[in-house]
């Protein structure tokens, strides 16, 4: 059974630009969640996605935005990078009904904004 | 809101002998899970254990284990046996338990454990 696919693993960009990350949930999981992690702010959830909906948004401006297809497949956008969004994403997905056990994480993708 | 505390930035133990990482949270919730992940140097999060609040027994996994004190609101993890596939960061977690709604996970501040030879 395949994992969490996120593309690409790394990625360079210039400040001012845009972004698009994506995401491939595991077979028939529905849900997916987005964070971003760096080394002075740590893990933050971004957005989760249900149904091509989005449920659930953390405290980040909206530049960040995200959407999810039918196949449950996500992306997630930046616009006008800025120096302070170089991070890992990470993706995360879940069967619905069964957060509490757990999200399956992707590996990542590592964007450095310069 | 709901936060989680690592106190450990750093641990280190040698191999075969046993650690405990230590994870406090804070909550108004009465109903919730609690998590322990582990994120090796490949970047994924592997999910190492899983705990209900509303379970007091404490959730084993092979070598893991917690100790899950719901009063004084403390989620420590005891790992036996230490191996060196164990070098990781390990970040605890909060998700409420809301059924049926979003629910997010929100992360301590993780604790970087080295196992040595």
């Known amino acids: 059974k395949a994992g969490v696919t996120q593309t690409p693993r790394y990625l360079i960009k210039t400040r001012g630009q845009q972004v698009t990350l994506s995401c491939s949930p595991i077979s028939g999981h529905r849900s997916v969640s987005w964070y971003q992690q760096t080394p002075g702010q740590g893990l933050q959830f971004l957005f989760e996605y249900f149904s091509e909906t989005q449920r659930n948004k953390g405290n980040f401006p909206g530049r960040f935005s995200g959407r999810q297809f039918s196949n449950s497949r996500s992306e997630m956008n930046v616009s006008t990078l800025e120096l302070g969004d170089s991070a890992l994403y990470l993706c995360a997905s879940s069967l619905v009904g069964r957060l509490g056990y757990g999200y399956t994480f992707g590996s990542g993708t590592r964007l450095t904004v310069v | 809101a709901q936060t989680v505390t690592q106190s450990q930035p750093e641990m280190s133990v040698q191999e075969a002998e046993t650690v405990t990482l230590s994870c406090t949270y804070d909550t108004s919730e009465n109903n919730y899970y609690l998590f322990w992940y582990k994120q090796p140097p490949s970047r994924q999060m592997i999910l190492v254990i899983r705990?209900?609040?509303?379970?007091?027994q404490n959730a084993t996994e092979n070598r893991f284990s917690v100790n899950f004190q719901k009063a004084a609101k403390s989620f420590s993890l005891k790992i036996s046996d230490s191996q060196l596939g164990d070098t990781a960061m390990y970040f605890c977690?909060?998700?409420?338990?809301?059924?049926?709604?979003?629910?997010?996970?929100?992360f301590g501040t993780g604790t970087r454990l080295q196992v040595t030879l």
């Open positions: 705990q209900e609040a509303y379970k007091q």
């Open positions: 977690a909060f998700m409420r338990s809301d059924t049926g709604t979003a629910s997010k996970l929100t």
